[in-house]
T-cell receptor, first 116, second 118 residues
């Protein structure tokens, strides 16, 4: 079984400042890792994913994340945020291997509030 | 590409009514669809996984008779909330994975349905 913990429920930040949204996971098997963004009353949009290979992955809208296996973390970063980045961000994992249906386990979400 | 359409986007109905929500993959064939429930300011809770042509697999604690899921074709899955009550009010989101997608590929999400039971 897998679980995901997003350590910050809310992150306020000023426009053009850098931001990091933290995500830690636990799993008895190897996992794939994802970050999704949700705007109000909408579904989820994929920001980026880690499947294998380079531990630093780049996504859309200038976001990137780094997979750290030893710390079981997958923190999301952006060097300079915009007002339009204000949204809910979800970290998710999917177990690898037989018996895993590809279902996603989500963290609790982090609200990113970008202030002018 | 990989567009998932969910309908209706919002529904308000009286207690005791059954409500059907549709999830369609518009430009790809979806062998697997997932149904999630999201409470305000909360994460997404997986309710069930449906595979085309077979019975849905429900997560622990989800009432099968309350939340009926049908995945009759490769482009359509439906969730019917039977005899809905105010506690069923929530945001329901579907997602789909294509025929060629492997389990490591991301799911494509619909825009959700806001269900309000009076």
């Amino acid at each position: 079984a897998q679980s995901v913990t997003q350590l910050d429920s809310q992150v306020p930040v000023f426009e053009e400042a850098p931001v990091e949204l933290r995500c830690n996971y636990s799993s008895s098997v190897s996992v794939y890792l994802f970050w999704y963004v949700q705007y109000p009353n909408q579904g989820l949009q994929l920001l980026l994913k880690y499947l294998s290979g380079s531990t630093l992955v780049k996504g859309i809208n200038g976001f990137e994340a780094e997979f750290n296996k030893s710390q079981t973390s997958f923190h999301l970063r952006k060097p300079s945020v915009h007002i339009s980045d204000t949204a809910e961000y979800f970290c998710a994992v999917s177990g690898i291997g037989s018996g895993n249906t590809g279902k996603l386990i989500f963290g609790q979400g982090t609200t990113l509030q970008v202030k002018p | 590409g990989a567009v998932v359409s969910q309908h209706p986007s919002r529904v308000i109905c009286k207690s005791g009514t059954s409500v059907k929500i549709e999830c369609r993959s518009l430009d790809f064939q979806a062998t697997t669809m997932f149904w999630y429930r999201q409470f305000p300011k909360k994460s997404l809770m997986l309710m069930a996984t449906s595979n085309e042509g077979s019975k849905a697999t429900y997560e622990q604690g989800v009432e099968k008779d309350k939340f009926l899921i049908n995945h009759a074709s490769l482009t359509l899955s439906t969730l019917t909330v039977t005899s809905a009550h105010p506690e069923d009010s929530s945001f329901y989101i579907c997602s789909a994975r294509g025929v060629r997608d492997r389990s490591n590929q991301p799911q494509h999400f619909g825009d959700g349905t806001r269900l309000s039971i009076l």
